[in-house]
């Protein structure tokens, strides 16, 4: 790659705001599959130097003219991706007519036409795809636009609201709209096609009457209804939680086939992936059905955080993410169990996003440099980011929090704004000063706490020493201001008060400077704490907590998600004990004793129980070692699943059989299904013949939840029946690509030899399609993410499957090859033969002459 054709980095240091405005937009649309015509007006008016130019942002378009107030411009230049119009007067109109093929465009990013329909994706810099433009969050237009097509797509949607339609001279039709709302491009949707359509309507608190609209493939409105009412669910808790209402007249979400991610926010237009909305109890599982939920929930609530306030540049991109998340898990949080929201949440950080922060990606949540935007839509940008909103949340309690918000409204609406101006709405309505904690925003890496505990019976005082490490491979680490939550357990397992010198002192600790001590006293004996109570910072805790005190807290801490750390880590322990001994020890009674208490109890939240029941995931004990050991962290799991699976196995059976499941949806029925599953994940270990007829039940049930935990217990176990169950499932689903993505990624899980050639084969099979990212993720991505011993096979061909995937989508979509190239990122911290044959794949794809700007900058940064 030559200097010149280097991609360009962009610093967040060099912003600078617009020399232009662009105050109306007007597009009209002559759709057609290989030559749409795009002609845009823009209002302009000149902001900056009289002398500036006008840049705007283009990307395989073909310029069919350019006009201002209907004389044809001559003074302009394209260079690269702009085009540069000289001498503009402070005020014009300018009209743009350009040519793209939707058909021809793979990257599912501008105006693609794919299954069937015409849809657009522009965030973050897909507008430039669809004409020349300003394409950047801080040029807030009004848009008018006129979508002209053929019947065939009888549905022509826009942002805002429908003010005319009907038909052209040709034969065709028509439909035009309008959005009152300013809006940045990146927020821009347009939709055509023939789509089954469920109609409901919400009432605001204030009384206002919104329409909304569930676009489906036709034959799909079976599968609506969860859609719905989840996004009435959003509207409503939005109005109770933060005060906001929805403020247009409609509200349409449309579910496509093709499409990179989950969904899209755009203004009163929703575009979302099929898989998030589609689910009905045949066909989604219980976790699906979780999913569409927090996802509607999030889109819907970034109207709010987002649309009416949006990002000034996309450095920003965590002011409007990470508070969205935030919101979402706070919405799924108070409709269903806090305790597995915040341990899902939990898992994400420190598997996915913790080895984010410690790799060649690392990155603060508002990163200082890009060169493709798309590769920073991060679990660091959302969830880390989201963290940080928890924390502040934490820091100012909920009505601070929510003075906050309302002051940032005040301020900001309509505007395009920084993550300081969001922290200083915070911190001037709270009158909390929040200059140190700011620090979280610029500085990447996960803090490592060290934490010495002591205890002095003379004085009955108990002291804890929390010291700030600086986090692995980051060179800045100044010191954070950490809300680090506690609790203390008497040895009855009773929450004792906290107090010192006769004050009482609050459980969430200030922790401000690199070593601190907090003191308690008033304790008769030395207690036993609960420390980072409820994940209330994103760090790393290194404490040396004995079993005993684990079976504690386990037993007895008030947070359910701090018994359920304390089991992960008993398990942890247990792992790396292991490892690091020749003869590793089995689990050691007491650990099974308290698996069985709990079994047998079958009480409290059952789906809390099941995740109690679950060993740490391979990530999660991977994030333990600085060079992972494959072999030996699969080679003890197994044993230990093994040793329950044979100790507890009447246990199993005996809670599997007590369990009724209704086959309803609600809370109570889901959790029973997640403990079933989980019995069965171990019985189907065993050669229990209870076991085989659970399976065989299970498998044959019309709830996909209980289909989908009978074949993934029984291939995970290599179960004999598990050649019989996959063959059944595919004739059965055939006819249903989003179910047989499930089928996709069960046959992913495959042990053997031939489990390479036999995944490969699947290229063939009649549904899977590699310019469908939702078929290739549930393949590959189930491959390369969980299939841990096939991918790190040691002669290298699970690296080569990934690698010679890569290669491929790096032409049909730069996106998506991105997100797929993840599992390498990681490649130094594998063992030798590993690591080098991890690396070939990286070089293979650094050699390639055409590397995409998604994949240059991760396949660059992994190799420096
Ligand atoms: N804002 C979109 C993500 C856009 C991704 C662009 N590559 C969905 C969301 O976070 O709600
Ligand atoms: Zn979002």
Redesign the pocket.
């Known amino acids: 790659m030559t200097a010149a054709q280097k991609p360009q980095t962009q610093y967040l240091k060099d912003y600078q705001a617009p020399d232009f405005l662009i105050n109306h937009t007007e597009l009209n649309f002559d759709l057609q599959p290989l030559t749409t015509r795009v002609t845009a007006l823009l209002t302009l008016s000149r902001v900056g130097a009289k002398t500036a130019p006008l840049v705007l942002d283009g990307i395989d378009l073909r310029l069919v003219s350019l006009s201002i107030d209907t004389h044809d411009i001559s003074d302009y230049k394209i260079v690269g991706e702009q085009l540069i119009i000289n001498n503009l007067p402070d005020h014009c109109q300018l009209s743009i007519v350009t040519e793209i093929s939707p058909q021809t465009n793979t990257s599912l990013e501008g105006l693609y036409l794919s299954g069937g329909a015409y849809c657009t994706?522009c965030?973050?810099q897909g507008f430039r795809k669809i004409t020349y433009y300003m394409d950047r969050p801080d040029v807030l237009s009004t848009f008018d636009v006129t979508i002209i097509a053929d019947k065939k797509y009888p549905q022509l949607l826009s942002n805002g609201n429908m003010v005319d339609s009907g038909e052209t001279q040709d034969g065709r039709h028509f439909a035009k709209w309008q959005d009152p709302f300013k809006k940045p491009s990146y927020l821009f949707a347009l939709v055509a096609g023939d789509f089954d359509v469920l109609n409901d309507s919400y009432t605001t608190k204030s009384g206002k009457n919104v329409d909304l609209a569930l676009f489906v493939d036709k034959g799909n409105l079976s599968k609506t209804p969860h859609a719905m009412s989840s996004l009435k669910k959003a509207m409503q808790w939005d109005e109770t939680r933060f005060n906001l209402e929805y403020d247009l007249d409609i509200y349409m979400i449309v579910a496509v086939d093709f499409f990179?991610?989950?969904?899209?926010?755009n203004k009163g237009l929703n575009i979302f992936n099929s898989k998030c909305v589609l689910a009905n109890q045949e066909t989604a599982t219980d976790k699906d059905y979780h999913t569409i939920e927090s996802i509607v929930g999030?889109?819907y609530f970034?109207n709010w955080t987002?649309n009416r306030v949006t990002c000034r540049d996309w450095f920003q991109l965590s002011l409007k993410?990470g508070l969205?998340v935030f919101r979402d898990q706070e919405f799924s949080s108070d409709l269903g169990s806090r305790a597995l929201n915040r341990i899902d949440a939990v898992k994400v950080m420190r598997t996915h996003q913790f080895s984010e922060d410690a790799g060649p990606m690392a990155h603060p949540i508002r990163p200082e440099k890009v060169i493709e935007m798309?590769n920073f839509?991060t679990v660091t940008v959302?969830d880390k980011g989201a963290e940080v909103i928890r924390m502040m949340h934490t820091l100012l309690g909920e009505t601070n929090f929510q003075k906050g918000m309302t002051l940032y409204f005040e301020r900001h609406d309509g505007q395009a704004v920084t993550c300081d101006d969001f922290v200083s709405a915070m911190s001037d309505a709270s009158n909390i000063n929040l200059e140190q904690f700011k620090r979280w925003y610029s500085q990447s890496g996960t803090p490592r706490l060290n934490v010495q505990q002591s205890y002095h019976s003379e004085t009955q005082t108990f002291s804890l020493t929390i010291e700030q490490a600086a986090p692995i491979n980051q060179p800045q680490n100044d010191t954070l201001h950490i809300p680090f939550a506690i609790e203390l357990l008497d040895s009855k397992g009773k929450s004792v008060p906290l107090q010192y010198k006769g004050q009482s002192v609050d459980h969430v600790l200030d922790v401000t400077k690199a070593t601190q001590t907090f003191n308690f006293d008033q304790l008769a004996e030395q207690p036993v704490a609960v420390l980072l109570e409820d994940f209330s910072a994103p760090c790393i805790l290194k404490q040396h907590s004995n079993d005993q005190d684990l079976l504690h807290i386990m037993r007895f801490a008030r947070s359910d998600f701090s018994r359920w750390d304390a089991q992960q880590q008993l398990f942890i322990n247990a792992v790396k004990r292991g490892i690091a001994s020749k003869n590793p020890e089995p689990l050691s009674n007491e650990i099974i004793a308290a698996l069985q208490v709990l079994i047998a109890s079958r009480a409290g939240d059952l789906a809390l129980l099941a995740e109690l029941l679950k060993l740490p995931s391979f990530d999660t004990l991977a994030a333990e070692f600085e060079t992972i050991p494959v072999d030996a962290i699969l080679t003890i799991t197994q044993q230990f699943e093994q040793q329950i699976a044979d100790t507890l196995e009447q246990e199993f059976i005996n809670c599997y059989q007590a369990l009724e499941d209704d086959g309803s949806v609600n809370a109570a029925a889901v959790a029973i299904r997640s403990l079933k599953q989980q019995c069965l994940y171990y019985l189907a270990k065993t050669d229990s013949l209870s076991a085989a007829e659970f399976i065989k039940e299970a498998a044959s049930s019309t709830n996909m939840t209980n289909v989908l935990g009978a074949l993934s217990g029984a291939i995970k176990a290599s179960h004999t029946l598990s050649d019989t169950l996959l063959a059944h499932f595919d004739s059965q689903w055939r006819h249903d690509v989003l179910v047989m993505d499930k089928w996709f990624a069960l046959q992913a899980m495959q042990s053997g030899d031939d489990a390479i050639d036999n995944i490969k084969a699947l290229y063939e099979h009649p549904c899977f399609d590699f310019s469908n990212p939702n078929r290739v993720r549930a393949l590959i991505g189930s491959f390369s993410h969980f299939n841990t011993a096939q991918f790190h096979r040691l002669d290298g061909k699970g690296y080569a499957l990934l690698g010679d995937l890569l290669i491929k989508l790096n032409t049909i979509n730069p996106?998506n090859a991105s997100r797929m190239l993840t599992p390498f990122m990681s490649w130094k911290r594998y063992d030798k033969v590993r690591s080098a044959a991890m690396k070939t794949q990286l070089q293979r794809l650094a050699d390639l002459d055409t590397l995409s700007d998604d994949l240059f900058e991760k396949v660059e940064k992994a190799l420096n």
Do not use: I, L, S
Request: no cysteine; glycine share 10%; net charge negative.
């Open positions: 994706q965030e973050a990179n991610m989950g969904a899209m926010e999030h889109e970034h987002g993410e969205t798309n839509y959302y996106q």
